[in-house]
C-alpha cells in the first residue's frame, strides 16, 4: 500500500487546489479541453479516489453527478447531501479531467495528471479513515500493480477496514457484479456498516 508523505508547510490546502483547478498539463490531448473536477478538505474522513470524470461530470463541474454516483452512494448508504459535503467526504480521482471516448467507453485516467498532484493533495488528508479505491486505476495507486480487479475485489478483507477496493459503478459493469452474488451479498453491507461507523465518528 503506497504511503503519503505530508505536505510541506506552505503548500496550503485551498491554493494547491487553486493550481489543481488551473492545470493545463496535458490540455493538448483532452478533446473538450481541461476542467479539472476534485474536491478536497482537511476535515474530510472519507476518501473516494475515483477514475477520471465522465462526459457529464465535465459538463456540470460535480464529481459523481451521473448514473455511476447515484450507485456509488447507493453502495455506500448515504444520500448526495453527506457524499457532496467535503468536510465528510473527499473526491479526487486519479485524473481531473475528462479524458475522452475510445471504442469501450471512456479512456483511462490522463497518466499525466497524478505525478504532480496526488501525494501533495492527499498529504493534506490526514482525517481520512476509510478510503474507497474505484476501479483498477485506483486499485493500482492504492494498493499496488498486479492484481485484476476481480482479484482485488474479493480480496476485500486484506485491507479492511481502512481501504476497500471497488469495481467502477457503471452500469456497464452490471454483468460484472452480477456475476459475483458475493459483492452484494457480503461486501456491500460490510461497506454501509463501515461508512455509517465513521460518520459516527
Given amino acids: 500500500m503506497r504511503s503519503v508523505s505530508h505536505p510541506p508547510a506552505n503548500d496550503a490546502l485551498p491554493a494547491l487546489l487553486a493550481e489543481v483547478r488551473a492545470c493545463r498539463i496535458c490540455a493538448e490531448h483532452l478533446p473538450l479541453g481541461p476542467r479539472p473536477v476534485v474536491r478536497a478538505d482537511g476535515r474530510a474522513r472519507i476518501l473516494v479516489a475515483g477514475q477520471a470524470p465522465g462526459r457529464r461530470v465535465h ?20 444520500g448526495p447531501d453527506v457524499f457532496y459535503d467535503e468536510s465528510i467526504v473527499a473526491l479526487v480521482p486519479m485524473g481531473f479531467c475528462y479524458p475522452g471516448t475510445g471504442a469501450a467507453g471512456d479512456l483511462p485516467p490522463r497518466s499525466e495528471c497524478a505525478p504532480p498532484w496526488r ?9 481520512v479513515r476509510l478510503t474507497l479505491a474505484v476501479g483498477q486505476y ?3 495507486w492504492h494498493l499496488g500493480r ?25 452500469p456497464r459493469n452490471r454483468r460484472w457484479i452480477a456475476e459475483r452474488p458475493w459483492f452484494e451479498a457480503e ?7 463501515r461508512v455509517a461507523e465513521v460518520l459516527a465518528g
Fill in 59 to 78: 459538463a456540470s463541474g460535480v464529481p459523481f453527478l451521473d448514473p455511476s454516483g447515484d450507485r456509488l452512494r447507493e453502495w455506500m448508504g448515504i
Fill in 187 to 193: 461486501l456491500l453491507p460490510a461497506l454501509r456498516e
Fill in 119 to 127: 501525494e501533495r493533495l492527499l498529504g493534506h488528508l490526514r482525517n
Fill in 138 to 140: 485506483a486499485h493500482a
Fill in 146 to 170: 498486479g492484481r485484476s480487479v476481480h482479484e482485488r475485489v474479493a480480496a476485500w478483507r486484506d485491507t479492511w477496514p481502512g481501504v476497500v477496493p471497488l469495481p467502477h459503478p457503471s
